[in-house]
């Protein structure tokens, strides 16, 4: 701390202890030695206050309360809201977040905001997003917090993601890292030189919509030949129930009734078990995600690919058809350094992303009255 602040020792040890104090810090227990004497840690106290933290993606929205220590308070709660055919989808999303407040049981004095991942070109500075969720003549941030009374956050679902990778996950510490969002596209957040990259206009890495296919296959974006179009947990549940319905022999018989998030949980479930069908219809897709992280590879030379996001249940499943198709299709003296590895974080990722976000924004959120003095 006194070196990340800039401030004496005594003047860190007396902050440090008028906060011990105050009830906003308390002690943790020693650190590993190092060779001299053990150093005494230190945290936030859990309860001292909160964030919402809301995870959003094209069909299903989740929300969770968490502590100064990333702990849930009660259960993460979800809502099936599928954003580009749900009229008054943003009217929708902020009564879900008003009454999971009003339940929480924590005055509102004591959430320090609410962080929201969601997909889409979203400008974190206007706090719209224009793909989705279209606000009444007002910014998204703007129309929920009039009914919620908290500071409200937005950032896209690829970002956050990559967000909690360098914050919490495989990404610490690392520089130049690729962290892809394995859900109904590929998502990708991009760390560069230890930071989240935006890009230009904070549009930075739309992985998914890569024409890599000339297969004339309609993409979400409008366009055709996307790399989303063959890659995608909602491409592996499409082909999943088509191919079954052909008499394909799986332990998948059935899976067509239900909602297609089940179905894909349902997929990744029998992968896992040993399904030979489940397997093929992953190693397919990863192999196409693989042509794409070849090019990233080329053009950004990264250390690290991340794959993180709902898909990464199914963990080490996504690495040899990977790896396969960057031999396949990388220069081999640039892709040599680069590591491939599945997020510790995985479908929480998102969550903790947005939680991440609002804490980073800490300053900017609360009233000089109510801020922890360190």
Avoid at 62 to 88: F, S, W
Avoid at 186 to 208: C, D, P, Q, V, Y
Avoid at 298 to 319: D, Q, T
Wanted: hydrophobic share 45%; charged share 20%; proline share 5%.
């Amino acid at each position: 701390m006194s070196t990340s602040l800039g401030k004496s020792l005594p003047l860190i040890n007396r902050l440090i202890t008028e906060l011990i104090s105050e009830g906003a810090v308390i002690e943790t227990g020693y650190a590993p030695s190092t060779g001299g004497r053990r150093p005494l840690m230190y945290s936030l106290k859990p309860d001292l206050q909160y964030v919402v933290a809301v995870a959003m993606d094209q069909l299903i929205t989740r929300i969770v309360l968490l502590d100064m220590k990333n702990n849930p308070v009660g259960e993460v709660e979800t809502l099936e809201l599928e954003l580009a055919h749900t009229p008054g989808a943003l009217h929708q999303l902020t009564a879900f977040l008003a009454d999971f407040i009003a339940k929480s049981g924590v005055p509102k004095s004591k959430i320090v905001g609410i962080g929201i991942g969601m997909p889409g070109f979203v400008d974190i500075a206007k706090g719209i997003n224009y793909s989705f969720l279209e606000a009444d003549d007002d910014s998204i941030v703007g129309q929920i917090e009039a009914v919620v009374g908290i500071p409200v956050l937005i950032d896209n679902d690829s970002s956050l993601v990559a967000l909690a990778e360098l914050k919490l996950g495989a990404a610490r510490d690392r520089q130049n890292v690729m962290v892809l969002n394995l859900g109904w596209g590929t998502g990708l957040g991009m760390i560069m030189k230890g930071e989240l990259f935006r890009g230009h206009n904070g549009f930075a890495g739309e992985f998914s919509h890569m024409p890599l296919f000339m297969n004339n296959k309609l993409c979400s974006c409008g366009k055709t030949g996307c790399l989303e179009t063959e890659a995608s947990l909602l491409v592996i549940a499409e082909k999943a129930v088509e191919t079954l319905k052909q008499g394909k022999r799986s332990s998948l018989q059935g899976i067509t009734i239900g909602p297609i998030d089940q179905v894909v949980n349902t997929i990744m479930q029998a992968a896992l078990k040993g399904d030979s069908f489940a397997i093929e219809l992953i190693t397919e897709s990863a192999y196409n995600i693989g042509r794409g992280v070849s090019i990233l590879i080329h053009l950004f030379n990264p250390e690290l690919i991340v794959l993180s996001g709902r898909g990464a249940v199914v963990g080490k499943l996504w690495l040899a058809p990977i790896q396969q198709a960057i031999n396949e299709h990388c220069i081999p003296k640039i892709s040599e350094n680069t590591a491939l590895t599945i997020s510790p974080l995985g479908y929480e990722a998102e969550l903790l992303g947005a939680a991440a976000l609002v804490m980073d924004h800490y300053d900017t959120l609360l009233p000089a009255p109510q801020k922890v003095h360190a």
